[in-house]
């Protein structure tokens, strides 16, 4: 991989991050910087994550089975 294919990969990474989209006018960060942002922010979102699906498990078991709401959310869930 080239250095220019590298810098193109961080300057792609940094557009996908929220902190990195209010600095890109400032700058750009070095790729360790980025690299260590992009993992914070994954975290972040595994965490959300795990949270969401907590509170859907907990909606879905208080949900009678056979319901149009349970149906909607399943059909949700398979797409």
């Known amino acids: 991989m080239t250095e220019d294919e590298i810098n193109d990969l961080v300057y792609k990474l940094q557009s996908l991050l929220p902190e990195a989209q209010r ?7 070095s790729a360790s910087k ?3 942002e992009t993992c914070s922010h ?3 979102l595994r965490r959300e994550l795990d949270g969401l699906s907590e509170q859907l498990a907990g909606l879905i078991a208080t949900m009678d089975a056979d319901s149009a709401e349970a149906e909607i959310v399943r059909s949700l869930l398979r797409s």
């Open 23 to 29: 600095r890109s006018s400032a700058g750009r960060a």
């Open 42 to 44: 994954i975290r972040r």
């Open 34 to 36: 980025l690299l260590r």
